[in-house]
């Protein structure tokens, strides 16, 4: 489980943001307004999810691309909804990644097994949990996102995220999803994400380096099920782990098909102030 990608291959998706090219129905991709100033409600969700880690030397341009993603929203008519998922195994290599956590590596060893996939390996990014994205090859990126976009979605809304008056280390709120007219039962997710991280690293591939990261998640929770032809709704309590101001933290929630398959739909919302 090591780099297999090095981090030049990162370079073609970065033109997405600097160079347009066609989608589906002949537009461009284009810049957006960064998601800072987008309601959990906007587009269609496409949830992005990329398995990192400080201590792999060819993380961070891919860290650095998720932030760009995140931030300018390249894809008409879509939502990118991204996460920074930090897996443990480059732990034992000199750096222990402080946001490492071996729930995230198993979800990216889940998703290897269900895809069909060699190897986990970081930089990796699974769109929609159906696509690895594959970033040596600039058209295979446009048609993963293509593909994301014209996939119906179930709409997925978070309620007001509410810091406990009690406890500020709990945030409370309500999670709705649409009834699932598929055949397969879904899994339904709550995700503690932080904006933004910032690491001096000490040792390991990238030592003597300054890294940051957005969306870095803290913990993903199985807050319930979808079942066929049901809507699910459900208040929820999410605690935050010591030190971790709720200012600075974003909740995702996303809708999938059990056994690490498709995502059917996301959302995002921020605590209220």
């Given at each position: 489980m090591r780099c297999s990608m090095c981090g030049v291959l990162f370079c073609s998706l970065l033109l997405l943001q600097t160079a347009p090219a066609a989608d589906s129905r002949g537009q461009e991709i284009e810049n957006k307004a960064p998601v800072a100033a987008r309601s959990d409600a906007d587009g269609h969700s496409i949830l992005v999810e990329l398995f990192t880690s400080e201590g792999c030397s060819s993380c961070p341009p891919a860290d650095a691309l998720l932030e760009k993603l995140d931030a300018t929203q390249p894809v008409p008519d879509a939502h990118l909804i991204?996460?920074?998922?930090h897996v443990d195994y480059w732990d034992h290599d000199g750096w222990k990644d402080p946001n490492s956590s071996a729930a995230l590596t198993?979800?990216?060893?889940?998703?290897?097994?269900?895809?069909?996939?060699?190897?986990?390996?970081?930089?990796?990014?699974?769109?929609?949990?159906?696509?690895?994205?594959?970033?040596?090859?600039?058209?295979?990126?446009?048609?993963?996102?293509?593909?994301?976009?014209?996939?119906?979605?179930?709409?997925?809304?978070?309620?007001?995220?509410i810091v406990d008056a009690g406890n500020p280390a709990v945030l409370q709120t309500r999670i709705e999803a649409d009834g699932n007219s598929d055949k397969r039962n879904a899994d339904v997710y709550a995700a503690v994400v932080?904006?933004?991280?910032?690491?001096?690293?000490?040792?390991?591939?990238?030592?003597?380096r300054?890294?940051?990261?957005?969306?870095?998640?803290?913990?993903?929770?199985?807050?319930?099920?979808?079942?066929?032809?049901?809507?699910?709704?459900?208040?929820?309590?999410?605690?935050?782990?010591?030190?971790?101001d709720p200012k600075k933290v974003r909740i995702v929630a996303f809708v999938q098909e059990s056994g690490a398959g498709r995502i059917l739909g996301a959302a995002l919302r921020r605590p209220a102030s």
């Open positions: 991204v996460l920074s998922e198993e979800r990216q060893s889940a998703y290897v097994s269900a895809l069909g996939l060699k190897t986990p390996y970081t930089p990796q990014i699974i769109v929609d949990g159906t696509a690895e994205m594959r970033l040596d090859n600039r058209e295979q990126e446009i048609k993963v996102f293509q593909e994301a976009v014209a996939s119906p979605k179930i709409p997925v809304r978070i309620g007001d995220v932080l904006d933004r991280v910032e690491s001096q690293v000490l040792h390991g591939e990238n030592g003597g300054h890294l940051t990261h957005v969306a870095v998640v803290q913990q993903i929770t199985k807050i319930g099920k979808l079942k066929k032809g049901q809507a699910f709704a459900e208040a929820v309590q999410l605690k935050l782990k010591p030190g971790t």
